[in-house]
């Protein structure tokens, strides 16, 4: 398993971030560390059934899953594999969140692991959603508050099994390893190096103000682009 670049982030940070949507999280990150401008995010769309609920923010517990061939796996050494899964899931500084890479290639989604069961084990088990690129189903059912970020809704299980987990995945562009803390919500995640966490809630509060002027003219019934520019300007002196 890899490990995260520090120990855990304090309990009052976490809360900070999760007062912030993931857009804004991403601004800060341009800030504190612009050499991750590119990198660490979601870069395709996902599906997200429960926009209303707020952003998450939780540790990552990885795994893989695949759902077009059954697993090879005798019935007695298939359930053991489950159960391991459960117990590392259950595992850990939290709260947790589930990041599934469905390695079934085009076919990815073919068969749902997330859904009425799962989304309601994963949540006794202390993870606050799952980001997948893989499909889930039984949505009127969903563990209440359980967030979910996915690559489809689908009707079946297929043959879906876990096929592997605590390495690095990669889900929707993001590549994600155990341990590293994400946040999401419903246009999508990010990963949060630790030792940044801290300095994240002052710059997603700078990017709020240097925005500020900027949206007065913007929205003013007396736009003018001499007026922007000025705005622009403005907005660059402010720390």
Not at 128 to 145: E, F, H
Request: charged share 20%; hydrophobic share 40%.
């Amino acid at each position: 398993m890899s490990q995260p670049d520090s120990g855990p982030v304090p309990a009052a940070v976490l809360e900070a971030l999760a007062r912030y949507d993931t857009p804004t999280i991403c601004n800060a990150m341009e800030v504190v560390a612009p050499e991750r401008r590119a990198i660490g995010f979601t870069t395709r769309p996902l599906v997200c059934p429960f926009p209303q609920l707020p952003p998450i923010v939780g540790y990552a517990r990885t795994a893989t899953i695949r759902a077009t061939v059954p697993s090879s796996l005798p019935p007695a050494e298939r359930r053991a594999k489950q159960m391991a899964y459960y117990e590392y899931v259950g595992s850990g500084a939290g709260p947790r969140i589930g990041v599934i890479q469905d390695i079934d290639g085009p076919d990815a989604g073919f068969g749902a692991f997330w859904g009425e069961v799962n989304s309601a084990v994963h949540k006794a088990l202390g993870c606050l959603g799952v980001i997948t690129d893989g499909s889930i189903r039984d949505v009127p059912q969903w563990a209440p508050g359980f967030q979910a970020l996915a690559g489809s809704i689908g009707p079946s299980h297929g043959h879906v099994h876990v096929t592997g987990f605590g390495a690095e995945v990669r889900v929707a562009g993001m590549t994600v390893c155990d341990g590293d803390l994400i946040h999401a919500d419903s246009h999508g995640a990010v990963v949060i190096p630790h030792h940044l966490a801290a300095h994240l809630p002052g710059a997603a509060e700078l990017c709020g103000r240097r925005e500020v002027p900027i949206l007065e003219v913007a929205r003013s019934a007396e736009f003018s682009l001499d007026k922007l520019k000025q705005a622009l300007a403005k907005a660059s002196e402010i720390h």
